[in-house]
């Protein structure tokens, strides 16, 4: 990646990001919880969900209130508040209205979603079950993998019943062909499946001695590619044991409370010299989405120079191996995909460094 700028010196990001994430205090660096799962949820947060998730759990059906003559009121022992009319007929239940987590019976349908901050895992238009980044400036899919088609995801766009459901033994399956299962399969253990305000999807099986809550899947090993973590110009950097966002040497943060505000260019681009203009190389980092065109078999100045003759770019992304240029007109979503030992890096990585220098 190769970042417009005024007339710097040209830096290399790796070594400054690093730096940042070993001294400086701005950068947020959390450790993982747990050895195979990345979480970037605070203490506090967790505390709060167990709460929340035992009372609806040790629920038993107790009480039968009467509305009305003609309404019930059931709390099932799957954690499903149900009312109904007279006849039995269900005229609403909490199952149907979930928020970030679903509970083992409890569905996701054409008619729910689960929400938490700007993230959300949903049903699309095309029947595939999507998580999306839904900020204030932009919205982007990243996952399943948005670099490949559904078929290469094991996914189907060719049912249309929209329903997915985790069961009791810790399995889940979906209409559009999404299926995982819980690391602890079995009947007798309590799960939860949560999308957590970090934009991951991760089921939780309870400990009943400890109380606490394992990951025991995960939509993404590497929270890196869950798009917004560290906002505009921000690059998130993930180490074996912990997920970083630094700024681009010359920028810094927007908000220094609040990463998703992302990083503010300390100089300006004047379009009108673009004989001052020069870049600073970001290597093995790309920012995912919003090209504003791409070239094919182009040398690395020409490259540059569609980029400086369009006041739109203020980047390009460039493959030194098939000379591919990607021109950006915004930097979202920004990673660095460094191979660092006993990472998981997984396959959509994999892909988008063939890409990326
Ligand atoms: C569509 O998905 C539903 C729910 O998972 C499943 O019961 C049904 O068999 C699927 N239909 C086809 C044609 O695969
Ligand atoms: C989940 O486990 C069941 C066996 O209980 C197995 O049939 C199925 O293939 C597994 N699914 C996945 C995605 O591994
Ligand atoms: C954990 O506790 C729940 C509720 O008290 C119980 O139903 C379940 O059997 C227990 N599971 C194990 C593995 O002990
Ligand atoms: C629950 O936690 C305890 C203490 O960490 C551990 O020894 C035990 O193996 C755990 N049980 C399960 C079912 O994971
Ligand atoms: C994109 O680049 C190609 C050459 O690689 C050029 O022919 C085309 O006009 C460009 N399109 C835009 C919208 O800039």
């Known amino acids: 990646m190769w970042l417009l700028q005024g007339r710097f010196q040209c830096l290399h990001l790796l070594n400054l990001v690093l730096q940042l994430c070993k001294q400086d205090e701005g950068v947020v660096c959390q450790p993982r919880p747990s050895r195979e799962w990345p979480l970037l949820e605070s203490h506090h947060d967790q505390g709060r969900k167990l709460g929340a998730?035992?009372?609806?759990?040790?629920?038993?059906?107790?009480?039968?209130?009467?509305?009305?003559?003609?309404?019930s009121v059931e709390l099932l022992n799957s954690g499903n508040l149900v009312v109904k009319d007279g006849q039995g007929s269900v005229l609403w239940q909490s199952f149907g209205s979930p928020t970030d987590t679903l509970l083992p019976t409890q569905p996701?349908?054409?008619?729910?979603?689960?929400?938490?901050?700007?993230?959300?895992?949903?049903?699309?238009?095309d029947n595939v079950l999507k998580l999306i980044y839904d900020g204030p400036e932009i919205s982007s899919i990243y996952w399943p993998d948005p670099d490949k088609d559904v078929w290469n995801n094991l996914r189907t766009y060719y049912n249309s019943t929209r329903y997915g459901?985790?069961?009791?033994?810790?399995?889940?399956?979906?209409?559009?062909?999404?299926?995982?299962?819980?690391?602890?399969?079995?009947?007798?253990?309590?799960?939860?499946?949560?999308?957590?305000?970090?934009?991951?999807?991760?089921?939780?099986?309870l400990n009943n001695s400890t109380g606490l809550w394992s990951v025991t899947w995960a939509a993404l090993s590497n929270?890196?590619?869950?798009?917004?973590?560290?906002?505009?110009?921000?690059?998130?950097?993930?180490?074996?044991?912990?997920?970083?966002?630094?700024?681009?040497?010359?920028?810094?943060?927007?908000?220094?409370?609040?990463?998703r505000k992302g990083?503010?260019?300390?100089?300006?681009?004047?379009?009108?010299?673009?004989?001052?203009?020069?870049?600073?190389?970001?290597?093995?980092?790309?920012?995912?989405?919003?090209?504003?065109?791409?070239?094919?078999?182009?040398?690395?100045?020409?490259?540059?120079?569609?980029?400086?003759?369009?006041?739109?770019?203020?980047?390009?992304h460039y493959n030194c191996g098939t000379g591919k240029c990607y021109t950006k007109s915004l930097l979202f979503n920004g990673y660095n995909i460094r191979k660092l030992v006993g990472t998981t890096v997984p396959s959509s990585s994999e892909r988008r460094s063939d890409s990326g220098q």
């Open 53 to 71: 998730h035992r009372h609806r759990w040790r629920s038993r059906v107790e009480h039968q209130h009467e509305l009305n003559p003609s309404r």
């Open 108 to 125: 996701i349908t054409k008619n729910s979603m689960l929400v938490s901050g700007y993230y959300r895992f949903y049903f699309d238009n």
């Open 165 to 205: 459901v985790l069961d009791e033994k810790g399995e889940f399956i979906a209409s559009d062909r999404l299926a995982f299962n819980a690391s602890d399969m079995g009947i007798g253990i309590l799960r939860r499946l949560t999308l957590d305000n970090d934009g991951n999807l991760r089921l939780y099986s």
């Open 223 to 259: 929270i890196c590619l869950i798009h917004g973590l560290c906002g505009k110009n921000g690059i998130c950097l993930y180490t074996e044991s912990e997920a970083c966002c630094s700024c681009p040497p010359n920028f810094e943060m927007a908000d220094a409370s609040d990463w």
């Open 263 to 316: 990083c503010k260019r300390n100089f300006n681009i004047n379009c009108d010299k673009p004989d001052e203009l020069t870049f600073m190389e970001l290597p093995k980092t790309d920012f995912w989405g919003f090209d504003i065109n791409v070239s094919n078999k182009v040398p690395l100045d020409s490259c540059k120079q569609l980029c400086v003759s369009d006041c739109n770019c203020l980047g390009i």
